[in-house]
């Protein structure tokens, strides 16, 4: 399944259609919400169907499709579930500050014809041109943002591409000052747009104008969603095997703020993993634990720590001496994790290796470090 995003042409009649929809959806989502909530309190709680058909009969008189009512409660009992299951906050009440945006339509759609698409309670619509893959719409949604109108498109297609046949193995480090490290050395940085639109974006916080925020911050999310498209994709194309450290995002977001949730590391990782599943690579999490300590090298945990270090951006070994580029190094300690140098092993041959060993003057000690 993949997603395109249309732009749409509306006509001044569909866009008061559409508005005065998106009003009635606000009242029926908070209705929802409420619902929900006071139930729950009485203990009474709904199947996702019985909810769905609570409005059924309210189609007519709003004048809106039935399954776009039936679409907007199945989002907010999705809201709640996701709250039950301590997987996010209490859903929100939709408002002025926090506007309801989006109009769904959960039947399949047919395929836009001479840059026209069909949609339920509306009619023909016009898009603005933009090829899509020839298959089933399966669903689709319609998005009011900052700079327009437009039409996501639910595609059942798996978007297969063409890799190169490789068998070669990465480790991946993904941090803040360099988006992304790879165990080979390279490193891949912000776009300069990135980087100037968020200077723009922060002049006009000060200044607050907030249409030009929210224009500049769509723009900046769809940069993101590009170099996030266009990394993971190069990533799959040349590696077989990838290895990335699992680092908690959330976690970071919550102890650095806005450069961890700026970088989108997540939505990087969930679009690599994706991609490599229909291409058939492997993409695996490597526990992020110890990989800046550990030398990649001699495997002593002599590096900078996580937190407290991170100022840190090079260091030598003092074990071994070797001089080593903070991120380089966690990358190379990722991929070897990956490739099974665990700890023990590597302590394990070091000794081996060393003149002590063979006359038999030093007991093998384990450690106990558990990397994966
Ligand atoms: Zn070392």
Not at 93 to 107: T, V, Y
Not at 299 to 307: A, F
Request: some cysteine; hydrophobic content about 30%; aromatic content about 8%.
């Amino acid at each position: 399944m993949i997603v395109r995003t249309l732009k749409l042409k509306l006509t001044k009649k569909q866009e008061i259609q559409l508005n005065q929809w998106l009003w009635n959806l606000t009242s029926i989502y908070n209705w929802g919400i409420k619902k929900i909530e006071f139930n729950a309190k009485d203990n009474i709680y709904f199947s996702p169907k019985t909810f769905q058909n609570l409005l059924a009969n309210h189609g007519k008189k709003l004048d809106i499709p039935s399954h776009t009512i039936q679409g907007t409660l199945s989002q907010v009992y999705n809201a709640w579930q996701r709250c039950f299951k301590k997987l996010a906050k209490k859903p929100k009440l939709k408002g002025q500050r926090n506007k309801l945006n989006s109009i769904p339509f959960p039947d399949p759609l047919k395929q836009p014809k001479d840059n026209k698409i069909s949609v339920p309670g509306i009619g023909k619509i016009r898009l603005h041109k933009q090829e899509i893959p020839n298959a089933n719409i399966k669903c689709g949604r319609i998005l009011k943002k900052a700079s327009g109108w437009y039409l996501c498109l639910w595609l059942d297609t798996d978007n297969k591409f063409k890799v190169k046949e490789t068998n070669k193995t990465i480790g991946i480090d993904p941090g803040f000052s360099t988006l992304l490290t790879l165990s080979d050395g390279t490193k891949i940085e912000n776009p300069r747009e990135l980087r100037k639109g968020a200077k723009r974006l922060a002049q006009a916080q000060r200044g607050n104008k907030k249409k030009l925020v929210a224009k500049l911050q769509e723009k900046q999310t769809n940069r993101r969603n590009d170099r996030n498209h266009k990394i993971s994709r190069w990533l799959v194309e040349n590696y077989q095997t990838i290895y990335y450290s699992d680092d908690n995002f959330k976690a970071m977001a919550k102890h650095f703020g806005k450069s961890v949730i700026e970088a989108k590391l997540g939505d990087l990782i969930n679009k690599t993993s994706y991609k490599s599943k229909v291409c058939g690579r492997s993409f695996k999490p490597i526990n992020s634990k110890f990989t800046t300590m550990t030398c990649s090298n001699c495997w002593s945990l002599t590096g900078p720590t996580g937190l407290s270090g991170l100022a840190v951006r090079s260091w030598t070994c003092s074990v071994c001496g070797t001089h080593h580029d903070r991120d380089i190094n966690s990358a190379k300690v990722v991929l070897k994790t990956g490739l099974g140098t665990s700890h023990e092993e590597a302590a394990l041959r070091r000794r081996q290796e060393s003149p002590a060993f063979r006359h038999g003057e030093v007991q093998i000690k384990i450690f106990n470090y558990v990397y994966i």
